[in-house]
């Protein structure tokens, strides 16, 4: 969880990452991201996101 805030701070505090991070998850989608990363923590990354990009889309 740890990682996934930290994550999701890093993607906010620059703005330019935070297009592409947003561009990417709409052309490749959530799930894309989970198989990309393949990795333990992406869970709570990929559900950190899903967060962070319908509160940004409001």
Same mark, same amino acid.
């Given at each position: =969880?740890? *990682? !996934? %805030? %930290? !994550?999701?701070?890093?993607?906010?505090? +620059? @703005?330019?990452?935070?297009?592409? *991070?947003? @561009? #990417? /998850?709409? %052309?490749?989608?959530?799930? !894309? /991201?989970?198989? =990309? /990363? +393949?990795?333990? #923590? !992406? %869970?709570? *990354?990929?559900? #950190? /996101?899903?967060?962070?990009?319908? @509160?940004?889309?409001?």
């Amino acid at each position: =969880m740890a *990682v !996934a %805030t %930290t !994550a999701i701070q890093h993607i906010d505090n +620059n @703005s330019k990452l935070r297009q592409r *991070v947003i @561009s #990417a /998850l709409k %052309t490749g989608g959530i799930q !894309a /991201l989970g198989q =990309m /990363l +393949n990795h333990p #923590a !992406a %869970t709570f *990354v990929i559900a #950190a /996101l899903e967060d962070w990009q319908k @509160s940004k889309d409001i």
